[in-house]
């Protein structure tokens, strides 16, 4: 069974940080590229950042661009996302996502004083 589990949101103070992780199982978790996406309260979803199969290319969107950054541990099979200088306009659902083939349930990131 293919599973996605984001950990590592939560309420946080504009200007703080957060680390997300995403643990794949059930699948050859090196062998895909990995986003995350993310879906603030009332919009659409939103592409913040991807990482290839091997780790060595990143993208990422202009919106946070220079404050978050994605890495994978392939021996851990498992995706990260520090987030730093958190805005309140930072505020949604995360989730990460397998070449779009696989999801997880999301983890909550509220920025907020």
């Known amino acids: 069974e293919v599973q996605l589990v984001e950990s590592g949101g939560g309420l946080v103070q504009p200007g703080g940080s957060l680390r997300l992780s995403c643990a794949a199982s059930?699948?050859?978790?090196?062998?895909?590229?990995m986003s995350w996406v993310r879906q603030a309260p009332g919009k659409g979803l939103e592409w913040v950042s991807a990482?290839?199969?091997?780790?060595?290319?990143?993208s990422y969107a202009d919106s946070v661009k220079g404050r978050f950054t994605i890495s994978r541990d392939n021996a851990k099979n498992t995706l990260y996302l520090q987030m730093n200088s958190l805005k309140p306009e930072d505020t949604a659902v995360y989730y990460c996502?397998?070449?779009?083939?696989?999801w997880g349930q999301g983890t909550q990131v509220t920025v907020s004083s």
């Open positions: 996502s397998a070449r779009g083939d696989y």
């Open positions: 059930g699948f050859t978790f090196s062998s895909y590229a």
């Open positions: 990482i290839n199969s091997g780790g060595g290319s990143t």
